[in-house]
DNA sequence: TTACTTGCAAATCGTTTGCGATATA
DNA sequence: TATATCGCAAACGATTTGCAAGTAA
């Protein structure tokens, strides 16, 4: 990381990289500030936010904010595909190909340089429809 | 519309409808606002607000939420992809076919129960290529 | 007539930011 | 030592909500 910018590696920064690679969930900011403050009591919420950006433009890690209002981040940066629990909010990535013919579809069909794309799947997570037998029955 | 429930057709609930149906663009709570006030200079935020959650729940309409922090709201119902340019967030429809295989591949290989997908190409739109020439290279 | 809906304004809540103090390179 | 970063707390902005008045069925 640190390409042209003066960035520094601090204490802080480290701290919340390693535990957002630790394991692929997909934390919301806070929950995260959670895990890293049983590290680092005093760390702030806004510096979790901060820095989130930062690894983000850096490309160190990315974004996600699809169909929940809360931003969620992934410690891998590689583009990949979500499933979303509607009904836990649960996410995880999914076990399928991202497909660069997609983009290149849409690019011949319009003026737009394409630059990516994100899909997120929505459906009902196994310990959700485990716990709640009969509430999600498989025919729609 | 009006299932089960007990829902009426207000002058508001009609034209934040008739509005957001008139141009495929795809605008914000408060884009919507602006334009339904001009009909109803009385009507509030509020009630923008409260009727885009009602027609989205009886799938009249439908919200998208993606890379923007902003929702942002769809008049056309049936799944669609969808066009962000991440110069001037302008949002458009992708000339490409929702695909329900991609839908099937993940609900093979997971437990979960797959509802739908949504997808996002992100780019640069053709006015933003041709308003700041050089800045959006076609090689990135 | 009834209870769904509205307009208004205040509340909510995730996220951002200003500032003086701290610590990295 | 210089300045990027921090902790703290206040600000921000989109969205939601409580309430009394209005209105569709």
Redesign the pocket.
């Given at each position: 990381m640190?390409k042209e910018?003066?960035?520094?590696?601090?204490?802080?920064?480290q701290g919340?990289l390693e535990e957002l690679r630790k394991d692929n969930n997909h934390p919301?900011?806070?929950e995260l500030f959670g895990r890293v403050r049983k590290q680092?009591p005093?760390?702030?919420?806004?510096?979790?936010?901060?820095?989130?950006?930062?690894l983000s433009e850096l490309g160190e890690i990315q974004t996600i904010?699809m169909a929940g209002?809360?931003?969620?981040f992934d410690g891998v940066a590689e583009n990949h595909y979500h499933i979303r629990c509607v009904n836990c909010d649960r996410l995880i990535d999914a076990p399928v190909q991202v497909s660069k013919a997609l983009e290149n579809a849409v690019q011949v069909r319009t003026d737009f340089r394409i630059l990516g794309h994100q899909v997120e799947f929505t459906g009902i997570c196994p310990e959700c429809r485990r716990r709640t037998p009969g509430a999600f029955p498989d025919n729609a």
């Open positions: 640190c910018r003066n960035l520094r590696m601090t204490r802080q920064r919340i919301s900011a806070d680092m005093r760390i702030s919420l806004g510096t979790v936010y901060r820095n989130l950006e930062i904010q209002s809360l931003k969620r």
